[in-house]
């Protein structure tokens, strides 16, 4: 069973929010046709969104429930 390296999860997280962010971005910008609403979103959704997935995963770290011992 193969498990991912710390370097190759951190990658992924940060691109991850910066496809996130140019989405955030994207939308707003759409909605609204002002970019500093959409920047202004941009950064609040990003601060939030980032502390829901911490406490998120915090949660689940403390859940046993689909967890599998490597062989």
Not at 7 to 20: L, P
Not at 30 to 40: E, H, N, P, Q, S
Request: glycine letters at 4%.
């Amino acid at each position: 069973m193969e498990q991912e390296s710390r370097k190759r999860s951190v990658s992924k997280a940060v691109t991850y929010r910066i496809v996130v962010v140019i989405m955030d971005f994207s939308v707003i910008y759409l909605l609204t046709g002002k970019i500093m609403i959409a920047v202004g979103f941009m950064i609040i959704s990003n601060i939030y969104t980032t502390i829901a997935y911490f406490i998120h995963e915090r949660i689940w770290n403390k859940i046993q429930w689909g967890l599998q011992r490597k062989a």
